[in-house]
């Protein structure tokens, strides 16, 4: 039983293509996030929902969108990708944003932009 | 603006050695500190959370402290073992007025190889 997991795997693609990542958890967590891990492996929070509510967005472009359809779910589109995107987004989730949070992370989605 | 830094980068060690690897934060107002482990290509594995109120936590050959007072958290491993080898991050939760956001500050990682 996955706790939380994501789709697809790894993702190819061409400048310019719209793209979806989808996560799904099912701990019952009421908040959820996406990071960034780029090529040098360094890990840095894009956005946080609590309960389909956006509580954080850390400088992300706007061609990046996050949607929380219930708070089981955290889909991140992508418009008008670019070189740059390339890099594998993980998805976490934790139980609040109130009390001492462990988070649990997917497993990536490696993203790339030719 | 918080900053956490992890050094060594890399640390190669034998079989059976006890180690520490290092995690420094520049502001001391965090809500926890965790770390994670992360195997190639792999998605992230928590190990230990520290509350702010605590000193230390341990899971089995793993022990993480923290040290807000001086911005340092350790983790030690004892009697490493090469299924040990994977990178460690460690992770600060800012503290935010209302409590935590959940932003997570991560170091960049301790690459651990551990020779049989």
């Known amino acids: 039983d996955t706790a939380v997991s994501q789709t697809p795997k790894y993702l190819v693609t061409q400048m310019g293509n719209d793209k979806s990542i989808k996560c799904e958890q099912n701990?019952?967590?009421?908040?959820m996030y996406w990071y960034k891990q780029d090529s040098k492996k360094f890990l840095k929070i894009m956005f946080s929902y609590n309960n389909k509510e956006l509580i954080i967005n850390e400088t992300v472009p706007n061609r990046f969108s996050p949607k929380s359809p219930d708070k089981a779910h955290l889909n991140l589109h992508i418009n008008s990708l670019e070189l740059g995107d390339s890099a594998v987004y993980f998805c976490a989730s934790s139980r609040d944003r109130w009390s001492y949070n462990e988070q649990f992370f997917g497993p990536g989605t490696r993203l790339t932009v030719l | 603006k918080q900053e956490v830094t992890q050094i060594p980068a890399a640390l190669s060690v034998p079989e059976g050695e006890n180690l520490v690897l290092n995690c420094s934060f520049t502001?001391?107002?965090?809500?926890?500190l965790q770390w994670f482990r992360q195997d190639p290509g792999k998605g992230l594995t928590s190990l230990l959370l520290i509350q702010s109120s605590q000193r230390e936590q341990t899971s089995g050959r793993l022990n993480a402290s923290l040290d807000k007072s001086s911005g340092r958290s350790t983790l030690y491993i004892a009697a490493s073992q090469p299924g040990d080898s994977a990178t460690y991050l460690c992770?600060?939760?800012?503290?935010?007025?209302?409590?935590?956001?959940?932003?997570?500050?991560f170091g960049k990682g301790t690459k651990l190889s551990v020779k049989p």
């Open positions: 701990l019952g967590h009421d908040t």
């Open positions: 502001d001391s107002a965090i809500y926890n």
């Open positions: 992770a600060a939760d800012r503290l935010n007025y209302g409590g935590s956001q959940g932003n997570l500050i």
